[in-house]
């Protein structure tokens, strides 16, 4: 109880400019009571408006009353310091260099509360108890404590600016209205503020419902890494399995061939070795005949020649030809050969399998968010080779250097019928789809339009669903010496930026970027689309006079 007495008597006897303990106390005709200095100040500072107001109930006096010291409060105050009144609160907080600071306040400031958006003054705890107590103060505008209420002062009139020139789409104060916007479209700023607080809203229901729907597909990637996991962690296993498998059946099979080729080795050698046997012993048998014939020969005695030849002359007939000994040797050289096909098969179908476990994967990589290249060199690690359709030429176009440069000439081409080709615009496709991220840029001279569009785009007419960015399947860049335009949908958006002869586009199809780059010295960003694509693109040109000319460079 004895605190707050304390603390209700600081109250009383501090100066509500300073908030210290009351210095040569002076009351002035309100009844409020100051310091002398304080209040000389304050006045001093409203001599050039030459109305003087008291700082706290804000009563105004035309002459600038006289400041007369308080004798007896002064006397009260020093009987007061010595029972032990405080000169100033301990848990004061003064305002630093980042916050609004008390207008109020003179010497060191205080830290203000509130800023009032009538008076276009910030006041702290103290200055602002008037606010709350003077019925006309009461009326005013109190926000938090802000530093940009000079920015709501008119600096021609001097002004609050209470209106809104929809015309001009500026805040302007009354005097303006009658002056430089007489005749706009002006409102109160309130009336204009409720307006954009509507629109306010339901933007704001727009990007919830998005923040909705982002959390959704988040959710649903979370989902997808799962699946992802499960489904990888599974075809490890399976991986393991099957190859494990597939190894034994292997070494299964290379075992077997290996007993079979053993069996029949040992089966055509002991073949052989049982012919080569008889053959030896018809060997010896023919040797000793021989040497029967030779002793034969010898003999003197011509009928015992005669009588002995018959019987040694006769030989016995051989049970095995000669010539099977040559050809009986050539039983494994088709194993290796059928082996080997076995290996060649077997090598075709993994690279086969792999090349589609290869291309899975990848496609799955595309999904994975990537960093958007920031130099010329980083775009150049995605340049791709672009080279145009005949196909799908308009007939007044000439397509040369290998199909990557196209000019619209004179001339009709003697193009053969072709569905794919577009009969009126003077425009063309290129051969390559374009997914995942590319990059390419186009030389051009005159006039040029540089696109990208679907395949399903319309070919036949002269309608807007066939011309580039005149519909929602083609997305276009028209470049002419004076200017850049880029059509979507029929909708033109004029786009600034270096002139240049050279185009560069960078498309990252899954993250549904495009972006069209003039291309000098330095690589400058014209204009940039942020969308989903539902199918693959492909490049395109249009032009607009005879003699015209575009080319996709070569990057690599």
Known sequence: MAQQETQLDQAKFCCSICLDLLKDPVTIPCGHNYCMSCI?????????????????????????????????????????????????????????PEDVACDFCTGRKLKALKSCLVCLASYCESHLQPHYDVAPLKRHKLVDASKKLQESICSRHDEVMKMFCRTDQQCICFLCSVDEHRGHNTVAAAAERAERQTELEVSRQKIRQRIQDREKVVKGLNQEVE???????????????????????????????????????????????????????????????????EQLSHTEDHNQFLQNYPSLSRLSESTESSSTNIHSVRYFEDVPVAVSEVRDKLQNILSEKWTNISLTVTETDVLMPQPEPKSRAEFLQYSCEITLDPNTAQPYLLLSDGNRKATLVSKQQSYSSHPDRFTNWRQVLSRESLTGRCYWEVEWREGVCVAVAYKNISRVGGSNECKFGNNDKSWALYCTKNSYNFWYDNIRTPVSGPRSSRVGVYLDHSAGILSFYSISETMTLLHRVQTTFTQPLYAGLWFYFVEDAAEFCKLK
């Open 227 to 293: 699946a992802i996991n499960r489904s990888a962690d599974k075809a490890l296993e399976d991986r393991e399995k099957i190859f494990t498998e597939l190894i034994q059946l292997i070494v299964t099979k290379s075992s077997e061939v290996k007993q079979q080729i053993r069996y029949k080795q040992d089966a055509e050698v002991s073949r052989v070795k049982e012919l080569q046997e008889k053959l030896e012993q018809e060997i010896t048998e023919l040797k000793s005949k021989d040497a029967e014939l």
């Open 40 to 96: 000389k100040t304050h006045w001093d500072e409203e001599d050039e408006k030459k109305i003087h107001s008291c700082p706290q109930c804000r009563q105004t006096f035309t002459l600038r009353p006289v400041s007369v010291k308080n004798t007896l409060l002064a006397d009260l105050v020093e009987e007061l310091k010595k029972t032990g009144l405080q000169a100033a609160p301990a848990d004061r907080c003064y305002a630093g």
